[in-house]
């Protein structure tokens, strides 16, 4: 069973369809940028430090956060991805979806005036966002002649009055938005693919390739199957602008053999076409080995059709094998064999990384 769920994989190693070598960095000119705030409960600075535990806190509807980037060269802030990250789920989607500081309602604003010093008149609006349901988004901005970026919040968690936890990230995609990530996926994704806790997949990738810093979005929601991934894929592609969609959906429609080969199989064609048809690359890691033998009766199964779709989409980036790594470790796993512990979610935090860097990133 192994070896068939590998042949894909080195079969991608060996091909130069699967190796992207032309990924633009698209590197973030925020990191360490003098940061301003009004009325902020901790300090600005954690909005674009290096430690996504630390997040700038700011209450609606007044308090804004604003980074000064003049000393960053013209050609590298002109054409931006600004990307804010909350501890919200995805969406609010699910039994399982929570909002936990997410701005709702929002404006990003632009400033021409010189650096220095935070200015308080001129500000131009460049994006106004009502009623967000996401917990994490990305906006791609034309920042050329202007200095300074402002984030303002206007409703939070759906409230006019709340507190908001934000990490927000500005990259220069003078080259085209290529190095970008959206996991979309189960509980095991939102569990394992959050940048808040341990060492993220983009710092992964940093280290490997020290040129890249890419977007990564977690797109996991907890107890979603292949066919709630259909449902709401289009949606979820429509706002993502990156390139790079990792799909991931399986252990909750074998659990219990609940959803059918033959309807997963469906599922996950409609989403890699989807994905195909936006013009972006979709990756599809194999479904993680469980011990709870209701998963562990039916995955081979479902892991047999991401082979076949491999296959039958040539185009699909084969991901992590996943089953091969919690067989191998099962003391990777929690106490209900089949979420990983702690351990288990920074592995595949690491083990996408460095199966990315070879067959994306390339040397």
Same mark, same amino acid.
């Given at each position: 069973?192994?070896?068939?769920?590998?042949?894909?994989?080195?079969?991608?190693?060996?091909?130069?369809?699967?190796?992207?070598?032309?990924?633009?960095?698209?590197?973030?000119?925020?990191?360490?940028?003098?940061?301003?705030?009004?009325?902020?409960?901790?300090?600005?600075?954690?909005?674009?430090?290096?430690?996504?535990?630390?997040?700038?806190?700011?209450?609606?509807?007044?308090?804004?956060?604003?980074?000064?980037?003049?000393?960053? $060269? #013209? *050609?590298? @802030?002109?054409?931006?991805?600004?990307?804010?990250?909350?501890?919200?789920?995805? =969406?609010?989607? +699910?039994?399982?979806?929570?909002?936990?500081?997410?701005?709702?309602?929002?404006?990003?604003?632009?400033?021409?005036?010189?650096?220095?010093?935070?200015?308080?008149?001129?500000? $131009? #609006? *460049?994006? @106004?966002?009502?009623?967000?349901?996401?917990?994490?988004?990305?906006?791609?901005? =034309?920042?050329? +002649?202007?200095?300074?970026?402002?984030?303002?919040?206007?409703?939070?968690?759906?409230?006019?009055?709340?507190?908001?936890?934000?990490?927000?990230?500005?990259?220069?995609?003078?080259?085209?938005?290529?190095?970008?990530?959206?996991?979309?996926?189960?509980?095991?994704?939102?569990?394992?693919?959050?940048?808040?806790?341990?060492?993220?997949?983009?710092?992964?990738?940093?280290?490997?390739?020290?040129?890249?810093?890419?977007?990564?979005?977690?797109?996991?929601?907890?107890?979603?199957?292949?066919?709630?991934?259909?449902?709401?894929?289009?949606?979820?592609?429509?706002?993502?602008?990156?390139?790079?969609?990792?799909?991931?959906?399986?252990?909750?429609?074998?659990?219990?053999?609940?959803?059918?080969?033959?309807?997963?199989?469906?599922?996950?064609?409609?989403?890699?076409?989807?994905?195909?048809?936006?013009?972006?690359?979709?990756?599809?890691?194999?479904?993680?080995?469980?011990?709870?033998?209701?998963?562990?009766?039916?995955?081979?199964?479902?892991?047999?059709?991401?082979?076949?779709?491999?296959?039958?989409?040539?185009?699909?980036?084969?991901?992590?094998?996943?089953?091969?790594?919690?067989?191998?470790?099962?003391?990777?796993?929690?106490?209900?064999?089949?979420?990983?512990?702690?351990?288990?979610?920074?592995?595949?935090?690491?083990?996408?990384?460095?199966?990315?860097?070879?067959?994306?990133?390339?040397?």
């Amino acid at each position: 069973m192994k070896l068939k769920y590998l042949l894909p994989v080195l079969l991608c190693l060996l091909l130069p369809l699967c190796a992207l070598a032309d990924v633009t960095p698209n590197p973030v000119v925020s990191r360490k940028a003098p940061a301003y705030a009004l009325g902020s409960q901790s300090s600005a600075s954690a909005g674009n430090d290096m430690y996504y535990n630390t997040f700038w806190k700011g209450k609606a509807p007044e308090d804004w956060l604003a980074y000064d980037l003049s000393a960053v $060269e #013209e *050609a590298h @802030r002109a054409q931006v991805a600004v990307v804010w990250y909350s501890p919200s789920t995805f =969406d609010q989607v +699910g039994n399982y979806a929570y909002r936990s500081g997410a701005p709702t309602s929002y404006t990003i604003e632009l400033n021409s005036a010189p650096g220095g010093e935070c200015p308080a008149e001129g500000w $131009e #609006e *460049a994006v @106004r966002v009502e009623g967000s349901t996401l917990g994490s988004r990305v906006h791609v901005l =034309d920042m050329t +002649g202007y200095h300074w970026i402002r984030l303002r919040v206007t409703e939070v968690d759906g409230k006019a009055d709340s507190t908001c936890q934000v990490n927000l990230d500005v990259h220069d995609i003078s080259g085209g938005m290529s190095d970008s990530w959206l996991f979309l996926g189960d509980s095991i994704t939102a569990g394992g693919m959050g940048n808040a806790y341990g060492t993220g997949y983009a710092t992964y990738i940093s280290r490997l390739r020290p040129a890249y810093f890419p977007v990564a979005i977690n797109g996991g929601l907890g107890g979603l199957t292949s066919r709630d991934g259909k449902n709401h894929i289009d949606a979820w592609l429509a706002d993502f602008p990156g390139q790079f969609v990792g799909i991931a959906y399986g252990t909750n429609d074998a659990w219990g053999n609940q959803m059918g080969t033959k309807r997963f199989r469906e599922n996950m064609a409609y989403m890699i076409e989807a994905v195909l048809k936006s013009g972006k690359t979709p990756v599809v890691p194999t479904i993680p080995w469980a011990k709870e033998p209701g998963v562990g009766k039916h995955e081979g199964s479902y892991n047999q059709v991401i082979e076949e779709l491999y296959a039958a989409y040539p185009e699909v980036i084969p991901g992590p094998d996943f089953y091969s790594l919690f067989e191998q470790h099962p003391e990777y796993l929690s106490t209900d064999g089949v979420h990983p512990n702690n351990t288990g979610y920074e592995e595949m935090r690491r083990v996408w990384a460095v199966e990315m860097a070879e067959r994306v990133y390339g040397e």
